[in-house]
């Protein structure tokens, strides 16, 4: 972020400037509580449902009604009224009569330096309030009949998952990310055929040279990605899995969450990356808490003979060898660790083990 948005989110009173200023009606979740809530103000939705929060201290705010979301209340402001980022800053520079100064620019910079790469934590509680308050969010429990194609009861209970049957994240199991003993977000996970629909389609547009920020806006729209995430959740700066995981010294490292969650139900120490990548952030973490790595990427051979996953899987290997002990699990080919029998698992590792 750059300072002069830190000045503007420090200086800014967000409570009075949409209620009283603009005049949007907003009420608080609870006494005392930070969470402001009201009807969505964004101008493409018209929420009938109350869905949109925001918070009084960082203006971080999401609407569950259309998804939309951001980490402070330049966004929020951007999107309400459809500015470019530019136009929103100078907007806020002559409200609040904001001239960095040199002082303030050097202080601003001293001061980025000492908080390091902070993961951006929410408040628990709020957040959890925010999404388990949404009467379409329920307890995965009580969709068994849909839900228990990707999970077992087990799993449900155990990472509190729910199911979503309207609005945007409509059709979505949640799998809620905990850092810090905190629910910091949540990933939403396709369950419908949605996201293989858009497979067809997405070959289509690409057969006719379209535009790849055209395809995403589509897809975006169709609302088919078979992962979302609420925006602002710092995706290169989290593990699923990890306040449990550190708790031992040797990790199963996966893609995904539901990799993740069948390699634990098996009775492995395991965490997700959600991607395939690691930015240093994560490199350092898994550094610092764990002695012993075992990658287990996924092991699937594209049509052009290309394997992703793997490729993914050496790259992570020369960089965390430097480190700790870190090995490579192989798992059958076409494979990822969610689709593993505890048996082909088993065996995966032992051929790992017994190479050097
Ligand atoms: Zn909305």
């Not at 400037?17 to 964004?42: A, D, Q, S, V, W």
């Not at 628990?124 to 009861?153: C, G, M, N, Q, S």
């Not at 949640?174 to 977000?185: A, Y």
């Not at 609420?230 to 996966?254: C, Y």
Request: glycine content about 6%.
């Amino acid at each position: 972020m750059s300072v002069i948005e830190d000045i503007i989110i420090e200086k800014l009173n967000v409570e009075q400037f949409l209620i009283k200023e603009h005049g949007y009606r907003m009420t608080k979740r609870r006494r005392g509580g930070t969470e402001l809530n009201g009807h969505c103000p964004l101008p493409n939705h018209k929420d009938k449902n109350a869905s949109f929060s925001v918070n009084k201290n960082n203006g971080r705010w999401n609407c569950f009604g259309c998804g939309k979301g951001g980490k402070n209340i330049i966004s929020l402001i951007q999107a309400i009224n459809g500015w470019r980022q530019d136009q929103t800053i100078e907007y806020f520079k002559n409200k609040l009569n904001i001239e960095v100064s040199e002082f303030e620019y050097v202080n601003k910079i001293l001061k980025k330096l000492d908080d390091g790469e902070e993961v951006e934590k929410v408040e628990e509680k709020e957040f959890y309030e925010i999404y388990l308050d949404r009467p379409y969010f329920r307890p995965a429990t009580e969709f068994l009949d849909i839900v228990t194609k990707r999970v077992d009861k087990w799993m449900i209970e155990q990472w509190n998952l729910l199911y979503v049957n309207s609005g945007h994240y409509k059709g979505r199991l949640i799998i809620p990310i905990i850092w810090d003993g905190k629910i910091i977000s949540f990933v939403a996970r396709d369950l419908t055929s949605r996201s293989e629909r858009w497979q067809k389609i997405y070959a289509k547009l690409i057969k006719e040279d379209t535009p790849i920020e055209d395809i995403k806006i589509k897809q975006h729209k169709f609302g088919c990605s078979k992962v979302l995430y609420p925006e602002g959740t710092p995706i290169n700066k989290i593990f699923f899995n990890f306040d449990e995981a550190k708790k031992q010294k040797t990790v199963f490292l996966v893609e995904g969450v539901f990799d993740c969650m069948r390699l634990v139900s098996y009775g492995y120490n395991a965490m997700a990356i959600l991607g395939s990548r690691l930015s240093n952030f994560q490199y350092k973490e898994i550094v610092k808490n764990f002695e012993k790595v075992y990658i287990c990427l996924d092991n699937d051979v594209k049509e052009d003979g290309r394997n992703p996953g793997q490729e993914a899987a050496q790259k992570i290997l020369q960089n965390l060898e430097k480190f700790i002990y870190v090995k490579n699990v192989i798992l059958p080919i076409g494979k990822d660790p969610d689709e593993c029998t505890l048996d082909e698992f088993k065996q995966s590792l032992d051929i790992c083990n017994k190479m050097f």
